[in-house]
């Protein structure tokens, strides 16, 4: 039951009740800043993901290239071991007058070694003081392994660049989240504000960190 004045008011009443238009507008904006903001956060928490696992992808493939490097490194090490002690051997025959020793150690040679020594002979070291000491220190001694390996190290220290880079486009992106975290708790918080000025004044800050936020984002590559 309803006493008749009450049946008289219910229109009126409820229109009364009715928050003023700015005040609906002011809440609009609010709710407007939270769907916006929301976007632009899984929007970064996407790119960060992306950007963790570029960087991760980046410094294994560094490290599995550094290692075929030092694989390649070794390996001319070892070979330049092997030429060493090839032509150790010759010379020895050479100056013990064994020339058939002498021949069987020159056969042997392997065939980057062969233009270093064919070089050195032509200098006459056994007569030309001024002849460089050995093969091995001959413009003409190259290692392919030893190349290789420069190669290798170089394109390693270019995929730690690259992962270095990625990660800080991922400390970037999380840097961004910080902005629309700060943006959400405005925006959230004016919804609770009764005094005009003051819920105005807080949505402003919002959209503030809001444009500087996405500003900051755009600056940012996609990975």
């Not at 190349?147 to 730690?160: E, F, G």
Request: glycine share 6%.
């Amino acid at each position: 039951m309803h006493a008749p004045h009450e049946l008289s008011e219910g229109p009126e009443h409820e229109q009364r009740a009715r928050p003023p238009r700015a005040e609906r507008r002011l809440e609009l904006v609010s709710v407007l800043l939270l769907a916006l903001t929301t976007l632009a956060t899984a929007w970064c928490g996407y790119q960060a993901a992306r950007w963790s696992g570029e960087q991760s992808q980046h410094y294994a493939r560094a490290s599995a290239t550094r290692i075929k490097a030092l694989q390649a490194s070794t390996r001319a090490g070892q070979l330049r071991v092997d030429d060493l002690l090839y032509f150790n051997g010759w010379l020895d025959a050479r100056r013990a007058g064994n020339d058939g020793l002498a021949a069987i150690y020159r056969r042997r040679f392997r065939p980057e070694f062969v233009p270093a020594f064919r070089a050195w002979i032509a200098q006459r070291p056994f007569t030309n003081p001024r002849a460089i000491s050995g093969p091995l220190y001959m413009p003409q001694y190259r290692s392919a392994d030893l190349a290789r390996s420069v190669t290798l190290d170089t394109a390693a220290d270019d995929l730690y660049a690259e992962g270095t880079d990625a990660k800080t486009n991922d400390d970037r992106y999380i840097l961004s989240t910080v902005f629309f975290a700060a943006v959400l708790f405005f925006a959230g918080i004016s919804l609770r504000l009764d005094w005009r000025p003051l819920k105005i004044a807080v949505l402003g800050m919002a959209l503030a960190l809001l444009v500087g936020g996405v500003t900051f984002v755009l600056t940012l590559p996609v990975a």
